[in-house]
T-cell receptor
Framework: DAGVIQSPRHEVTEMGQEVTLRCKPI?????LFWYRQTMMRGLELLIY????????DSGMPEDRFSAKMPNASFSTLKIQPSEPRDSAVYFC????????????FGQGTRLTVV | GENVEQHPSTLSVQEGDSAVIKCTYS??????FPWYKQELGKRPQLIID?????GEKKDQRIAVTLNKTAKHFSLHITETQPEDSAVYFC????????FGRGTSLIVHP
């Protein structure tokens, strides 16, 4: 397996534009997490999906952020409209269904909003 | 929800010395405690983990200890090498990993 795959690796956009980040989890993994990493706040959980259903979205900072998982092999995180303070590295991670095993991270998307 | 505190935020050691990173957690339901290493510009990767039914686990130069009563766990790296330089994250999980803020370990040759 190629591991968790995220795209794009880097994204530079202007304030006010819509940004869509994409993630393909490892095949057979039922849980998917989106994290945001910044120097100030470390790794923050944004949202957790289990079997494609959002279970915990309490970490989503505001209504400008939304996430979907239409099937077991694809998830998106959308920011609309984007703001400079959204600049961060966004990681997607997956693991097996609630078995408390290793969470495998994608390579991350470095988002810069200017 | 779970809250994980990690100390120190920065740790500088000489090659060959030991390094210790400590974490505390708040949710007694957490039963899985992984440690991740993140090199500059890379993704976090698991280096060792421990479950709540075990007090200590060792893998070559790294070891983890867990005190469930006190809700704290630690990472120990012995005989540090320059390639150990990275950011280390602890996490506590019942099913959602909650991460500490990270420790930047610098090993000087």
């Amino acid at each position: 397996d190629a591991g968790v795959i995220q795209s794009p690796r880097h994204e530079v956009t202007e304030m006010g534009q819509e940004v869509t980040l994409r993630c393909k989890p490892i095949s057979g993994h039922n849980s998917l997490f989106w994290y945001r990493q910044t120097m100030m706040r470390g790794l923050e959980l944004l949202i957790y999906f289990n079997n494609n259903v959002p279970i915990d979205d309490s970490g989503m900072p505001e209504d400008r952020f939304s996430a979907k998982m239409p099937n077991a092999s694809f998830s998106t995180l959308k920011i609309q409209p984007s703001e400079p303070r959204d600049s961060a590295v966004y990681f997607c991670a997956s693991n097996r269904d609630r078995m408390n095993t290793e969470a495998f991270f994608g390579q991350g998307t470095r988002l810069t909003v200017v | 929800g779970e809250n994980v505190e990690q100390h120190p935020s920065t740790l500088s050691v000489q090659e060959g010395d030991s390094a210790v990173i400590k974490c505390t957690y708040s949710d007694s339901a957490s039963n899985y405690f992984p440690w991740y290493k993140q090199e500059l510009g890379k993704r976090p990767q698991l280096i060792i983990d421990i479950r709540s039914n075990v007090g200590e686990k060792k893998d070559q130069r790294i070891a983890v200890t867990l005190n469930k009563t006190a809700k704290h766990f630690s990472l120990h790296i012995t005989e540090t090498q320059p390639e150990d330089s990275a950011v280390y994250f602890c996490a506590a999980s019942s099913y959602i990993p909650t991460f500490g803020r990270g420790t930047s370990l610098i090993v000087h040759p």
